[in-house]
Nanobody
Framework: QLQFVESGGGLEQPGGSLRLSCAASGFSLGNYAIGWFRQAPGKGREGVSYISSSGAITFYADSVKGRFTISRDNAENTVYLQMSSLKPEDTAVYYC??????????????????WGQGTQVTVSS
């Protein structure tokens, strides 16, 4: 089993904050580079952020740079996406996934095999 479980989504006002969590089911995240994707209605899946297994290297989509922060706590087997200064355009279902291999800057082009249910983020006043 290689299952990812996303949580932490909800309804937030523009300018607000949310923290998403990505947990592992059936394996340890410690050796996995993890990425966050999102998909808004009528749009394709967008790579949002990525973090190496150690947490030393991170990537962000231009649309979220300066607002979102990816981090991980391998002892707790969890990867986080701290989202601040939320915009209505951030409304989407957010997914996490990953692989043992580190792909670097082109991480979002990788055809990842395993996806969770996702967590809904809605930014609206």
């Amino acid at each position: 089993q290689l299952q990812f479980v996303e949580s932490g989504g909800g309804l937030e006002q523009p300018g607000g904050s949310l923290r998403l969590s990505c947990a592992a089911s059936g394996f340890s995240l410690g050796n996995y580079a993890i990425g966050w994707f999102r998909q808004a209605p009528g749009k394709g899946r967008e790579g949002v952020s990525y973090i190496s297994s150690s947490g030393a290297i991170t990537f962000y989509a231009d649309s979220v740079k300066g607002r979102f922060t990816i981090s991980r706590d391998n002892a707790e087997n969890t990867v986080y996406l701290q989202m601040s200064s939320l915009k209505p355009e951030d409304t989407a279902v957010y997914y996490c996934t990953g692989d043992r291999m580190y792909y670097g800057a082109n991480w979002y082009r990788v055809p990842y095999d395993y996806w969770g249910q996702g967590t809904q983020v809605t930014v609206s006043s």
